[in-house]
């Protein structure tokens, strides 16, 4: 594969340029027998929609999921599941002037240099537009996930240098607040510098949580395909990612053995914990309590500030980035970062189905 | 698989349990026609070698590499290189008495409740033991990249509390102290704060960074199977890893995008960068220059302080963990990163061999 | 995966229902810098159609395909290639009355006992009809072979009773009758003895032979991973194929080993054979001599002719089964055995270019 | 990878050449809590053994497998199993003249076109000698299958121009005679062949027959990952195999479809069949029936009968090969085609348990 497929039991393989007349997914591996209706895609792909809020790009998408294959009478069959999503409102002249300049930030260099042909229309392939195939293959994931009792909720923690205060933590404002921060203070803050931003025609990045809650223990692989590194991948395969981290994450590093450890209790007989400083995660496999990880997103790199940079024929330049670009992406990048984690957990739960015999003997229904 | 093979086209499959009569690893897709000898291995793995300092663990092995096939006449036939490790230094009744126990911070818990058995002794497989087998197979990875013009080189920036200070960084020096770090007066410093945790029976975590140099423009493939995202996956697979940045990493989401854009001109007909805070990858691909990030390692789990756990009968307990452990992981550890990058790096780059159908022509000699 | 995946460095991904909206396939490791166009595929496709001779189901699919990715300026760009060819003439009413009866030879029945849940509409995704997407994804792969001067060339060698005679083989007749037989005594045979069984409502087999001419030696791996066994799986993936043969094939197991060992000579500086018992692969690895292999295809299961089978409701019944079949699949299935040939050498043909350090220092450029 | 890795759940990586020190194998993905012992796997390896008949080769190899990880207090921990075989009775001098030469027959010349370098002792990885991995990880997947009711058995039908008469078929005389045939004339008619072979110098080769029983229905993935193009590929990638059939084979190309369907009925509520033409295969999923191929072995390539081939350095030669081989390899392969048919049926009957979701929350303990 040449990195557009993904997973090894729970699969999507995406495809698609930005400009194109549409963008794809399909899921493969998928258990059959499981309701799933587009409604479900829909409603997660409207949360990453552009063209919603001020502080996001002015390029009208529906972004409507059809469902080509592998769900009969609402039902998935277990046969690949194919979801379309078409391009609606292209506007390609507006990166004709783009063709032979390399913007700073973005992968318009190094795709010339990897392929030596590049579709430079709004950023082909390496465009944001991609993020839409993951989050509707990761609906399909939460759908499983959601049989299962395991959920998936991401929120914004930072925006440029306004961070969430925990004290003031409330998950109930991520849902009331176009930034989905948890934190009602936290994002009118955040909104005056994002407006600041903007009026310099300039551009914020910021960092994302996540909580996994329900996992059973057990999901996780040792080794090469521990659950902490295949989010790691996940997240950082999201474009901006620039940083990831499980728990206390690169504060542990600071931290004591005796203060960094999760001392445990048992509590009616369940195993319970002072702290979550691993992020729900211990050698690779989730102990069952809330896996917990963020992501650090980069600003936009497409602002109109001019800068310096290079062209395809050998001068240097400036350049200003023209088109409809988010000055802040953080709050749509939200769904996308639920997206794949939930993709690695469904992936992961099947492949931990498969760990212990006494497992395969209750499918085949072998007697002990 | 399982965990323990990674990897798509230069691959390791890794196997052996600390306390087991050996590990060992198995290089598929290493190129034919490479000089390679026992001693290319042998230089990695006695960085990593356990019992030449008194901040890591006392446990003699010497960590003798063997190389059972792959190689002929000094040289590799294309076939797969097996390399075997014995365990020498086995003391297991120093684990009996954690037979019943889970030592927080420790996979104990998840594996017993994933498999529903464990070998308890010295943590079986999910002992940083196995990352022995890492750097050999990283080892052989390096040899490759040599070749090529390509290193890969770690060093400590920060332990506990200390951090190198940037102003005074100089990379002769990890290779003088037993720390890796790259500040005389920063090693110094973390050296006394580490004595002062041994003497709590307690343990520290560390921050370790990686640059990869000589790479050509073009290395990492779109989307999922980034340079990032793969490195981020190999790094966070090290056990104690919680957390891992490219470049600016999480101060890149602090930033304004006109300030974090590495901005390009050309010098002598070559395309420049005057900062590099994506650390060398856009869009999932390198550019060329040097790439760069970091890893951050929590305190080692294993401290003789008591703590309160859990037993696997149901009952609360306390513990101190006797063995031989390290109080500090982070100095062996950094050419376990350096092990992990050269693999990813590897793998990489023969896959970027196969993104232009010029390149395919080249090799099997057909006329364009 | 669930199996909707193949290949390794050159891969597909197909999707889709006999009698769902459309069906499709996603190019993922096609070389960047190829000429592409819809017509290349067409061109492949239209051997595959249905409804153009008497010997062929009914249906009547224009199976025109469309390209919604990864080409730019009809050149390939490296990047998800994604085609989609829309179901037209669906007439799921036909297959109403096989909902709940599992017809004989087909695989109703192991779907039922696999998902529970089964798309009986024209026999869902174990319809022919999927294979029409390996035909477009084999169409990029032949245009790749084609740029690297491998052809990949298949015909009818038998139709039922009836075989082709060597002394009378012609290549050219192939293309000038409807069964592709290179031997027009033995088409007319053939033709007679299907028009018989199209008379009681009955149906034929066949067998198809495949030469791959141009390959370079080298290609395919040791091992696991062999030529011979990547084109075993990938004909034997195809529907109602029983047997697959190298060479000699089956009657290499009947003879001496001085008569099948194939003799070598120099003739001006380069290695011929009197013989090529092996079909052209030696140790799973291409010599460079022709590449052939040969298919056999069960006759087509769906008959007017009544038979005993069981429905779903736990009854005996018998069963005549109406819709447009094929009482012949052979002919069509010519295209779709090079297809998955073309696929297999594609894919071998990248990862044999990784397969010596030589190859990898020229296409870097680096110095021996 | 490069073709030593196999599977995609239950995986075993085999290393080693046929002169080396050793050669072995990583099981990962069997799944922890089965007992397993070295007696488990050394009762198959004896069966492949060599030295031990008037037929087979000299060479005196014990053969003894090493149980190096994977197994604490004789059960199985869900981590990899790595097995060694240590290569005693080398005589590499018997191949120095074959260094420079390339042996009709053998991988010795595409090896070398390959990767430009090879062991030529032996066959070096190309020799037979590695199957004696498969045969130990195959021993572990019997385990696991036995444990669900499922056995893989396999007999030879026919050596040289030699079949057994399915009239006189027998299977407990496989057992009897050292050719494993299942019918006492047949093997003493191919018993004197094969001595009249041996006082030519020549060899022979001969048809193996599988039958898997006790698989349940519903094991085999649709599309590319059907059972019998898994089994086609494992198969066919043993050395000497030319061609596979599932049930009624090259047969079935000759049959009408009203001949060959399979037709069913109830008897006591269980499914049954008239016939078995497809093998217990339909859509590549089994149907809970015997599962039943053949494999066509060419005659050892390796005689001592002179025959004209080529040197290295351009010119023409005759050779008679030296050393210690088997005149007829079918008995001694035996088990080997049980163990990949063995590994096939382990790695798709872990897939198959994640093919509807309700055997998903039957593992997890959900509510329906």
């Known amino acids: 594969m040449s990195g557009s497929h993904f997973g090894k039991n729970f699969t999507i393989t995406t495809w698609g340029e930005s400009h194109g007349p549409a963008i794809g997914v399909v899921i493969d591996g998928c258990p059959a027998g499981m309701a799933l209706s587009e409604e479900d895609i829909q ?55 783009v063709d032979g300049v390399y913007r700073p930030g973005h992968a318009d260099y190094t795709y010339d240099r990897k392929y030596g042909i590049r579709d430079y229309r709004g950023g082909g392939r390496s465009s944001g537009r991609e993020t839409a195939c993951r989050v509707a293959g990761g609906a399909v994931a939460r759908r499983f996930l959601t049989e299962l009792g395991v959920s998936v909720q991401a929120y914004t923690v930072a925006v440029g240098k306004t961070s969430v205060d925990r004290s003031r933590f409330d998950q109930s404002q991520a849902m009331l607040n176009p930034f989905c921060m ?53 997240i950082c395969s999201i474009n901006a990612v620039k940083g990831f981290e499980m728990g206390a994450g690169f504060n542990a590093a600071r931290m004591k053995g005796a203060e960094n450890n999760d001392e445990m209790y048992y509590e009616n007989g369940v195993v319970k914990k002072w702290t979550n400083n691993a992020g729900g995660i211990y050698g690779g496999i989730a102990d069952g309590s809330d896996i917990v990880f963020r992501a650090a997103f980069k600003p936009t790199p497409s602002i109109s500030v001019s800068q310096n940079t290079v062209g395809a024929d050998g001068e240097n330049r400036t350049l200003r980035v023209k088109g409809r670009h988010d000055p802040l992406i953080v709050p749509r990048a939200v769904v996308v970062v639920e997206a794949m984690a939930a993709l690695v957990m469904a992936d992961l739960t099947l492949q931990g189905c498969l760990s212990n015999i006494s497992n395969i003997k209750k499918i085949l229904g072998v007697a002990k």
Chains 1, 2, 3, 4 share one sequence.
């Open 182 to 234: 948890p934190d009602r203070r936290a994002y009118e803050c955040a909104a005056a510098e994002t407006e600041a931003a903007i009026q310099d025609g300039d551009s914020l990045g910021g960092v994302i949580e996540c909580v996994i809650s329900g996992a059973r223990p057990g999901i996780g692989e040792p080794v090469f395909d521990k659950l902490s590194a295949l989010l790691a991948r996940a």
């Open 43 to 97: 409603r997660d792909l409207d949360r990453r929609r552009p063209g919603h809020s001020p502080y996001t790009s002015k390029r009208g998408e529906p972004d409507a999921a059809v469902i080509l294959s592998g769900v009969f009478d609402g039902v998935t069959t277990g046969t690949p599941l194919s979801i379309r999503i078409n391009n609606v409102d292209r506007r390609s002249v507006d990166y004709s002037d």
